[in-house]
Nanobody, 125 residues
Framework: QVQLVESGGGLVQAGGSLRLSCAAS????????MGWFRQAPGKEREFVAA????????YYGDSVKGRFTISRDNAKNTVYLQMNSLKPEDTAVYYC??????????????????WGQGTQVTVSS
């Protein structure tokens, strides 16, 4: 069955960096777009980044553009989120997700069908 397992979260000071990983199994990873979302307490789940399976085209949420980088290693069935210049407002649970289709809106969480359990990222000021 489809499984997505995130890792790499933790506590970091403002200005620091973290790299999240999401290991995928149960499907042909190399032919599927993947995304990262986050959810802070009391807030809606927010789009962070996505990467298409072909050519590696990337999309980013406005709040992380220029600081975060999404990448994938199809040989390892893993998608990554490199987070630099972290801010306290980046504190949230981060989720990776498998996208349905290739041409619909990458920022809409309803276009993702499988989700990981999430990993906590806490940025202290």
């Amino acid at each position: 069955q489809v499984q997505l397992v995130e890792s790499g979260g933790g506590l970091v000071q403002a200005g620091g960096s973290l790299r999240l990983s999401c290991a995928a199994s149960g499907f042909t990873f190399s032919t599927v777009a993947m995304g990262w979302f986050r959810q802070a307490p009391g807030k809606e789940r927010e789009f962070v980044a996505a990467i298409r399976w072909r050519i590696g085209i990337r999309y980013y949420g406005d709040s992380v553009k220029g600081r975060f980088t999404i990448s994938r290693d199809n040989a390892k069935n893993t998608v990554y989120l490199q987070m630099n210049s972290l801010k306290p407002e980046d504190t949230a649970v981060y989720y990776c997700a498998r996208k349905m289709g290739d041409y619909n809106d990458y920022r809409d969480l309803n276009n993702y069908d499988y989700w990981g359990q999430g990993t906590q990222v806490t940025v202290s000021s």
